[in-house]
């Protein structure tokens, strides 16, 4: 499936401030890090900053440890919610701040094949260290056995935004 198929601004609420598909997939693409919020294991919510690759299709990539409490949430519940927030500019004088966020509803999965992890690797390889590639791939397979790799499917992404001038 295609991100324009995903992309669904039906229930943004603020009508006037709806971000465009194609500005949201850029974002997507070049955000540096998103906020993981998954359903607590006592209740409640549980939300982190962590980097990630997109696929460029329907996919975004986590990796981290192979056990703690994130994965114990997503064994629970695995439904998340994924948001990347762009650059923010405050503007003390008229109250406000511009903007630019979207919101991923997600399926987490893990349990992935050794080529899709090598797959996700070399994605993540390739957005935050590409002229660092084969040094970063020697490390990797180092650490290879003690790294879990998450696959966020995508389910639909809604995006705002609030442009101001100064």
Request: hydrophobic fraction near 35%; glycine fraction near 8%.
């Amino acid at each position: 499936m295609s991100f324009g198929e995903l992309y669904d601004n039906a229930a943004v609420r603020r009508r006037d401030r709806l971000l465009d598909a194609c500005e949201a997939e850029a974002l997507l693409r070049q955000g540096e890090y998103g906020v993981l919020s998954m359903q607590a294991e006592e209740g409640g919510g549980y939300g982190l900053p962590i980097s990630y690759v997109w696929d460029g299709e329907a996919v975004i990539y986590l990796h981290c440890a192979p056990e703690g409490r994130k994965l114990r949430c997503l064994e629970r519940c695995p439904e998340v919610s994924f948001c990347v927030v762009g650059p923010t500019h405050v503007v003390p004088r008229k109250f406000t701040m511009a903007y630019r966020s979207i919101v991923l509803r997600c399926r987490a999965l893990r349990g992935l094949s050794e080529q899709e992890r090598w797959r996700a690797i070399d994605l993540l390889l390739g957005k935050y260290a590409p002229a660092e590639r084969e040094t970063g791939l020697t490390y990797a397979a180092k650490s290879f056995p003690r790294t879990e790799i998450l696959r966020l499917e995508i389910l639909t992404v809604s995006g705002k935004c609030k442009n101001v001038s100064d």
